[in-house]
């Protein structure tokens, strides 16, 4: 997401990094491509004209114009002016007691899902959440969320089947939570594929009896514009005190997520960017602009992976590369990794330039998954020893995997160069001054490309 927009914007600073001084039309020069990039990137347009407003107006103080280095000034006031569009200081959830938190959006947005996700955030964070399914208009909303509860290990509420009346589900599961012993409930609701009056009018019951503290409208980040209006009508109706972006992970022109705050004068305080539900993040303005302007977040990076890396396993594994006695076994358990941590995708994203190198290219992750079936179809002895799999072998893991023996051939000359590259550090220095230049639309060995 935001690729289009920020492959514009870079465009634009590096010519004016061309100029040794920046002038008033220098800089009106810009700021017209800049909003011509946000117009296209669907960033509505009131917003659009008073933040290019902003940023001009800082732009041609003394600050910037008389700066040793006006394009670089140029991009730190872009920068602060967008974490500034984006919401300033990220917004902490209300988690007063009673910690209730009531989650709205329209059908498709990604409400169910969220919803468990958030409940496997607090759960990270040592809280008790509890879930409660209040969506009585799908039954198949009530048995996804009770299977994602199942699947994080977080105690669901359901309401009898048939059951209509969503107040006395609350009121049921207000009595249910006392006996848990949870220490935040969130309430997935009904949504439409509209703002419609019956939707409205139930929902304002249900917040008017729980009086929850906090509000969540889950948006569907690639709608665009459309999300914006209806951000806007459940703000109207029902007050809400927080937007979560899904799907950020998808090829959507990202002014949603630029114009949502500004519009509904509330902060987006989670982003989701993939269906896993480790994959929630806490919204922080400053880094989602460092992302946009292709600087990447080295701490959002380093903090996912706090999360999933265990220390000594990780030395390990640093002893055993050293030594050139990497096997399936350790790429197994970084492609896993890599995995918790949001997929590769993800991460690219967050290292700094690298979505700029990638361009419009994408991870494909099936490959990623293909790649563990050869895996899995060894045995010990062959993920250990890789020079042991030949002819018969090739052809039994690939039966066992559903790839090709060429697919299998390809994952052991990738292992097998690795293993020469450890062994020299001349080599992994190469190597890794390789990854920092991919992009150019090589893909991996053996027809896994990205």
Known sequence: MFSQLSDSLQDTFKKL???GKLSEKNITDAMRDVRLALLEADVEFSVAKEFIANVKEKALGESVLRSVTPGQQMVKVFQDELAALLGGDAAPLNLNAPARILMVGLNGAGKTTTSAKLALHLKK??????????????????????TLGREIDVPV???EAGSKDVLKTAKEALAWAEQQNGTAIIFDTAGRQEVEEDLVAELKKLRDFI???EVLFVADSATGQQAVKVAGSFDQA???????????????????????????????KFVGEGEKLEQLEVFVPDRMAGRILGMGDVVG????????????????????IQKGGFDFNDLLSQMKMMSKMGGMQSLMGKIPGMSKKMGNMQVDERRMKQMEAIILSMTAKERTRPEIIKGRRRQRIARGSGTSVTQVNGLLKQVSMMRKMMKSKGKMKAMMAQMGGMGGGKGMPGGFGM
């Open 301 to 320: 990076l380093v903090e996912k992976a706090a999360e999933v890396i265990d220390e000594d396993e990780a030395m390990k594994m640093a002893k055993k």
């Open 238 to 268: 029902v007050g809400i005190t927080g937007i979560v972006l899904t799907k950020l992970d998808g090829d959507a022109r990202g002014g949603a997520a630029l114009s949502m705050r500004s519009v509904t004068k509330q902060p987006i």
């Open 211 to 213: 009086d929850p503290g």
């Open 125 to 146: 964070q040592g809280r008790r959440p509890l879930l409660v399914a209040c969506d009585l208009a799908r039954p198949a909303a009530i048995e996804q969320l009770a």
């Open 157 to 159: 509420f359901c309401p």
């Open 17 to 19: 990094r061309g100029h």
